[in-house]
């Protein structure tokens, strides 16, 4: 069993931090040497890759099919998302139709993710790799690969776990039972529903596809308008199930953990300390924390502790100093909307 266009497409859309880019590299090497099939594989990210965007893209052709198309996918056949926060955000959904498979690594409801997508249509499969890979001490990619399989019966299960016994296993063969199992999981576990074309919500083009460019709107070489770090930027997407947690009355305001944080979490005043004037840390802004853990390991004083997220309430720790920032987002809503666009990049530049 095969598929009957010239061309099956995957489009993988990420931040920085998940494993997309690894994804999309087995994907393209699972179709050429385990499938039978021409396949290629690019990502597009940033020079931050950890909480800027990321796109996978994997191209399969039936073996007297040479490819000899290089560009992005605008209308892909299997859609992975690698964490519901990124919705809303630009053309997340281009050239979704209702023959889509759409992949999202999601613990909501499945018609629930449906509206917060937006979903023109499409066949929806929703899995939580986020809580998998932590059970599988595995990686959210490995889930993803795993559900990505059953959506089409030519995505062979059997060969993409001999393509990662080959791959990882030779390069990680302490992971490899893990990663098997994650991605046994993420193929077992995954929910289905065939989303039907009732026009809830629109279909939706690409901007590269609808936009004429021209000298006029051309965008601006050199410049990245993704960026990962930035004051309206939410890279609350890349954690992968562990937040560090800030407990006040074991910080002697060393600053360690500030100059160490690659995205200057945390946040700082003047304030007193020991009777004499001082920086005092307030604790984490999470809207702007990848949950990298380097503070957690840095603090000489275990001030900071490395928790799953789940099971703490981020609301209660979350620490925005307004009078540091000028923004107009909505604190309630950490790690949802408010995902990079270049609104975003218009924003910060004024400031
Ligand atoms: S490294 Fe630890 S002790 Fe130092 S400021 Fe940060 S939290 Fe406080
Ligand atoms: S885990 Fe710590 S060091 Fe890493 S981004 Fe979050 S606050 Fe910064």
């Not at 996918?73 to 690698?82: E, N, S």
């Not at 990680?172 to 893990?178: D, I, R, S, T, V």
């Not at 005043?269 to 949950?291: F, Q, T, W």
């Amino acid at each position: 069993m095969s598929f009957k266009k010239d061309y099956f497409e995957i489009r993988l859309e990420s931040i920085g931090g998940l494993g997309a880019n690894l994804a999309g590299k087995i994907l393209g090497e699972y179709g050429a040497l385990y499938l039978g099939l021409n396949a290629s594989s690019f990502s597009s990210y940033g020079s931050e890759k950890r909480g800027s965007p990321v796109k996978s893209y994997i191209r399969y052709a039936k073996e007297n099919t040479p490819i000899r198309v290089n560009s992005p996918i605008k209308t892909p056949d299997v859609l992975g998302i690698f964490h519901i926060a990124l919705a809303g955000k630009e053309n997340l959904l281009a050239g979704v139709s209702e023959n889509t498979s759409i992949v999202v690594n999601t613990n909501k409801d499945i018609d629930e993710v449906r509206d917060i997508l937006k979903l023109y249509g499409g066949k929806l499969y929703c899995i939580d790799a986020l809580n998998i890979a932590i059970e599988t001490k595995s990686r959210i990619n490995m889930v993803m690969l795993g559900a990505i399989a059953k959506t089409n019966d030519f995505l062979d299960i059997n060969k993409l776990e001999d393509c990662i016994k080959d791959t990882i296993g030779k390069k990680y063969p302490k992971a490899l039972e893990n990663n098997l199992n994650a991605i046994k999981k993420g193929y077992e576990m995954v929910k289905f529903k065939e989303i039907k074309v009732d026009n809830k919500y629109d279909y939706i083009v690409s901007d590269d596809i609808k936009t004429k460019w021209g000298y006029k709107n051309a965008p601006i070489g050199g410049v990245n308008p993704s960026f990962g770090s930035s004051i309206s930027n939410d890279v609350s997407a890349s954690r992968e199930g562990y937040v560090p947690v800030f407990i006040k009355d074991k910080c002697i305001n060393c600053g360690l953990c500030d100059s160490t944080c690659p995205d200057m979490s945390f946040q700082f005043v003047k304030g007193e300390y020991k009777g004499k004037e001082a920086m005092v840390n307030l604790g984490i802004d999470y809207h702007h924390c990848k949950g990298c853990l380097r503070c957690v390991e840095i603090c000489p004083v275990n001030a900071l502790e490395a928790k799953l997220e789940k099971d703490i309430n981020i609301y209660e720790q979350h620490i925005r100093n307004k009078d540091l920032i000028i923004d107009k987002l909505d604190f309630e809503n950490i790690g949802a909307s408010s995902f990079v666009t270049s609104e975003s990049y218009t924003e910060d530049t004024k400031i």
